[in-house]
């Protein structure tokens, strides 16, 4: 596992973007301190953005909505929840450990 | 040529005497048809032809009149020469004296001409009122070529020596009557029409139509003025006319005056002459175009049938065709009438045809009618509703070319397929199943009812999924949305007026909720008024919105950051490559120099591509997101702040230059414009919201294409509400007049908030409006005379607005926490986003396309040909 960053240095519900390699991961904390890791790379636009749109819940699952074209995924599983009428793309997860105040990154899933 | 030898036996007519002379009076439209036609003739050549004709011109196209205005000379307008070949053509004369006995004419210029036969087609005069003051300087008729070159050059001497446009009036809102007001119109003059009756085009449509048709014209920003009987022409001190004054004692300003009261037959000659007139004017003639005298014929508009002349030229041209087949010793008859007829004021479609009022017995009428859209259509149909009788259109007449040969004739269809929209353009649940709704994705109306009856979708996002209506550049939502709702209305299902799955209020009713509750926190909000869950990307940014037209808070302010959109949230605008446009604000568009050399070096040192907007403003796009407070820092020192083109909020003011320097600006405009860019900045609302100020009537600044657009007048400003551009334009109607300064900016003042408090999300203002109750007089209402007793609400609302406005990129500047945010990496917080690929063109750089960089980037990104990956340098590759 790599460390990526602190976890303070996430804001709650909202995302950043971390340089892993030359891979980019988006980050996210929710507001009951879970983080969750998907790719940066926004699959409508190819812009790599995630990390900036907003986040949120459907039902149970917490999600991010593209800031290009606004679907939204399942951060947990990177499912895409709303395709806004394009075909559904599901986005690329990485494990996920805070250790200590750090955030560690894993496999890419 | 006193004398004629030859006795007229009234049983010649079946042939012309040899070398008869043939006279014809007025040189007009028929009268050229008639020589046109006798030409044709066999027979004809043993006529010897005298014309007279008191105008000073060869005949020619009074139809076409109107585009003399915009005609190069006259000529355009003459009709063809030939039928005057080889023919005595007294021009410029008037015949004044018609000797039965005789059988002479006389003119004006003493000539006196022998006639065998003679033709009247001295056509009509146009009527004016004998009220006081018909006779001033700068009052007109509209039938001559005269009258025309008159008019133009009052305009151009008027509108010169006042230093202003012109305010006109046409009396009498007939087919003439509008014409000329969109004549007048076209030539700068701020027209209104006065129409005695109850309507326009009163003998063309019935009232609901004149009501559509009323409506049409002013959207053309014409005013209109029915019940009005003008009693009187008030002159200025040197005897032109100022105004008029009508039977309520009310008066109207005006600097020219049209009278378009309807045409009298010209028929003075055959009075004196002792000719059978009709009671109501006109010569009498029998069906073969002969008047009470054997020798003496008239044909056109001057000629009365049955007690009645004709005001259009196709009955003329019938009879000028009979006439010439008598003389030529056939038996034409006249065939009798067909009044139809189609207004020709371009941007208003109007036709009238057959019985159009339903006179006929038993009649049925079918009726199209669309208020918003200001539309209105009448079939009327025979009693079994199948022969078509006669038919009014307004508002939409394409369909007049194919129905009017009908008349008379079995419809073979359904009527109302002839009636409903032939193009979509107002957005309605009526919209006819093959209307295309979504354009990007040509998605018709037909898909996105049977995506709510047949696939079982309930909102807009279900109906996105299912049809792709609207998951392009979504300007087709609210129109998807009216028909989702209108589907499930239909089948009885409730229709949510619910933001989303988390708050089951409306957007106006959630804004009540936390004005009145007080709260200040989406959580606290959330846990009040909503249903569970964290929000989403349609109720977060509703609640900030909403929070920020409450009280200024900053965008990044604690958990409302958690809110934003990315455009907020950063405050610049994301594109397509993930980079951002960084939009300073100009207020009114007025910049100084030195505020141009500064943009300009800071777009040259950031390397960024600069356009001028559609905004009156300067766009700097392709900073990335680390750069942001960097260019805004060097923007911030030399004084220019936020442009919030990112918010939904005030966008622009634009003006024109007004009267500091333009010579028909009758108020400062810009200075108007920046007051209130000033004013209203960075004040969120449900959407984006512009404004235009214009220092005339000319409306340089397009203010009416604006939320809220404001127009220069002598004594004020006139404030128009609810137009934009955009996917369904409209323009924006009048909300009061001449108002003052401080008026003026009051009654925006309430205007906006009561928007800003009511709105849906992302609902412009002129959706809005119409569905406000009472509409646009609702509205004025409200804010003009406080019945909904919220006015000084609004007001406290407004001062605390511009009391508590700062700047959202200075207060960044200030906050190391804020600054925070810009981080392009949260393990390398100023690593450009190494995807960042762009190509030089026409000078400046911009994103390269997925074949460019698949054709231009190697291994790990190293740029060769014509690319550049943003490094911390931004050198652009020249190729
Ligand atoms: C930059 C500019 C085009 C230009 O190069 O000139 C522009 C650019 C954008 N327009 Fe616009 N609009 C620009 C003037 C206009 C105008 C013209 C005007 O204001 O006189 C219109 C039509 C007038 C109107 O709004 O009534 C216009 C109608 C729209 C619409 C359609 C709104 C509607 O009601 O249908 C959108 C979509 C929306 O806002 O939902 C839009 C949205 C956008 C967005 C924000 C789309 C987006 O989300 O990325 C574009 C990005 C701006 C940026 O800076 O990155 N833009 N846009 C103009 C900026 C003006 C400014 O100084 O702020
Ligand atoms: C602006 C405008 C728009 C119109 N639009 C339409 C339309 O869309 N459709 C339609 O059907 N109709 C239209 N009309 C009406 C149409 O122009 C007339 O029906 C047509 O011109 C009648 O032709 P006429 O020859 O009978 O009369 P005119 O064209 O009026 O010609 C009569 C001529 O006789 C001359 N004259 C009169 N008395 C004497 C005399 N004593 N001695 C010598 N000369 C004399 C007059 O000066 C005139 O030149 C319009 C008219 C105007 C003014
Ligand atoms: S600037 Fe406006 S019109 Fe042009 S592409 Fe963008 S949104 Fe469309
Ligand atoms: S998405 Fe429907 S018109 Fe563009």
Known sequence: MIAVCGLNDLLPERG?????GDEQVALFRTLDGDVYAVQQQDPYSGAHVLSRGIVGSRGEAPTVASPMYKQVFDLRTGECLDPQGRIPRRLRTWQVEVRAGQVYLGEAR | MTETDAPYRSDMASSVSTSSHLVVVGAGMVAHRFLESLRAREGAE???ITVIGEEDAAPYDRVGLTSFFSAASADELSLSPEPLDGIRFLRGERAVRIDREARTVTTDAGSTVRYDELVLATGSYAAELAVEGYRLAGVFVYRTLDDVRGIREWIAQRSQALGRPLRGAVIGGGLLGLE?????????VGVTIVQSS??????QVDDAGGEALRRLIEQRGLDVRTNSRTTELAADAAGRVAGLRFDDLSTLDADIVIFSVGVRPRDELARAAGLEVAPRGGVVIDDGCRTSDPAIWAIGEVAAVDGQCFGLVAPGYSMAEVAADRLAGGDAVFPGADLSTKLKLSGVEVASFGDAFGATPGSLDVVYADPIAGVYKKLVLSD????LLGGILVGDASNYSSLRPLLGAELGADPSAYLLPSDVEAPTGELPDAAVVCSCNNVAAHS???????????????????????AACGSCVPLVKKLVNAELAKAGRTVSTALCEHFPLSRAQLFDAVRITGLRSFSEILERHGSGGRGCDLCKPAVASILASLGNVHPLDGENATLQDTNDHVMANLQRDGSYSVVP??????????GLVVIGEVARDFGLYTKITGGQRIDLFGARLEQLPDIWRRLVDAGFESGHAYGKSLRTVKSCVGSTWCRYGVQDSVKLAIDLELRYRGLRSPHKFKMGVSGCARECAEARGKDVGVIATEKGWNLYVGGNGGFTPRHAQLLAEDLDTETLIRTIDRFVLYYVRTADRLQRTAPWVEELEGGIDGLRDVVLNDSLGIAEDLDEAMARHVDTYRDEWKATLEDPEKLARFASFVNAPRTPDPSLAYVEERGQRRPATDAERSSG???GGVASGAITIAGPTLEVVRS
């Open chain 2, 585 to 594: 604000r100009i207020p009114g568009g007025e910049i100084t120099p030195e």
């Open chain 2, 46 to 48: 043993r006529l010897t």
């Open chain 2, 448 to 470: 996105i009812r049977s995506a709510v009856t047949e696939e079982g979708c309930t909102d807009v996002a279900g109906v996105k999924a299912c049809t792709r209506a609207g």
């Open chain 2, 180 to 188: 000329a007001a969109g004549a007048l119109d076209g030539l700068g």
């Open chain 2, 857 to 859: 980037i190697s291994n």
């Open chain 2, 198 to 203: 109850n309507r326009l085009l009163s003998a």
């Open chain 2, 384 to 387: 079994d509703a199948k022969t």
């Open chain 1, 16 to 20: 950043a973007a971390a340089l892993v």
